[in-house]
């Protein structure tokens, strides 16, 4: 009988992204008994490193690629930072599985042995985010920063923080913390004022629709909490037809049988937001998110989210996602 050939599991190449899909494969082992190996996918993301993300296309940017070796059968499965992940999937693509989520939180990166905050940052100083949501939400606390766009992998951008080239960061702290670099941090930002992007922290192991050799072996990792967290926030970014690098963040926070979902828009220049939250059912995500999404735009987020698309169509300087 021949030997069961292993599961190819489709990656983009950085750092981060190859130990993210490193640990998915070895919990699929683990669970399973079936080898995983992996196999590395250039996506345009990666390609194009010296334009912010929202000026060259938005959504699926470090996806598409991946998406198109799966449906054609060069890999069995692939993982995605699920914050990266477009609210549709391409058809014939399907979420096999959510693993328990990571920290949501921000975090702050300053020069190694220096601890600083936001708050200590020196006035004018220069903050690095290829984010236009964490943009917004630094400016709208200390609006004399000169917040500057940042490209390129976590140990690229912790490396022009040494080089003096900015002030601090900001990052997410799944990355920070999967890859041991927790040291680095200097301030965790708290999401009760400062929201996450819908989806930070968590991972999606996404499969062939109607590939049941490979979701059995994905599903074992669903965390159904986790899945529906970011089921409820990825519900409000759709309903607000607001891509990935738009200046929108939400947090679901499940509890029992109920979650909470806090949503906000902000302007980039930090000079209007509105917020809004709800609770519902844990079992019913989309309708919890379409609620919260509902109330922003009744409180004006439209029109918000419309002079921002505005000016990335016209050329933003600085955008894009962490």
């Known amino acids: 009988m021949s030997a069961v050939r292993p599961l190819r599991l489709g990656t983009r190449g950085s750092l981060l992204a190859t130990t993210q ?18 196999v590395i996918v250039r996506t345009m993301g990666d390609q194009i490193q010296d334009q912010p993300l929202a000026s060259i296309g938005g959504q699926g940017l470090f996806t598409r690629e991946l998406d198109r070796a799966l449906l054609d059968g060069e890999v069995d499965l692939a993982v995605h930072s699920l914050k990266d992940l477009p609210t549709v999937l391409a058809e014939g693509v399907v979420l096999g599985a959510v693993p328990e989520r990571e920290d949501v939180r921000d975090v702050l990166i300053g020069p190694e042995g220096n601890p600083t905050t936001l708050a200590d940052l020196p006035p004018g100083g220069r903050l690095g985010t290829g984010s236009l949501r964490r943009r917004a939400l630094a400016l709208a606390f200390r609006p004399d920063l000169e917040v500057a766009g940042i490209r390129g992998n976590l140990d690229t951008r912790m490396s022009m923080v040494e080089r003096g080239e900015y002030h601090a960061i900001i990052l997410a702290a799944a990355g920070v913390r999967r890859l041991g670099w927790t040291h680095r941090i200097h301030e965790h930002l708290e999401p009760a004022s400062w929201l996450p992007a819908p989806g930070q922290g968590a991972l999606a192991v996404v499969v062939r629709e109607g590939d049941a050799e490979a979701l059995k072996h994905v599903r074992p990792l669903d965390h159904l909490p986790s899945r529906a967290a970011v089921t409820a926030e990825r519900s409000l970014m759709h309903r607000l037809e607001a891509g990935c690098q738009l200046p929108v963040g939400a947090h679901g926070l499940p509890y029992g049988g109920g979650m909470r979902l806090r949503g906000v828009v902000a302007a980039p220049d930090g000079g209007r937001a509105v917020r809004a939250d709800a609770t519902g059912a844990q079992d019913d995500p989309e309708t919890l998110g379409v609620q919260v999404a509902d109330r922003l735009l009744e409180m004006g987020a439209d029109s918000i989210l419309a002079d921002v698309n505005e000016t990335v169509r016209a050329g933003v300087p600085d955008g894009g996602a962490s």
């Open 21 to 38: 899909s490193g640990w998915v494969a070895r919990r699929i082992e683990e669970a399973t008994g079936r080898k995983v190996e992996l």
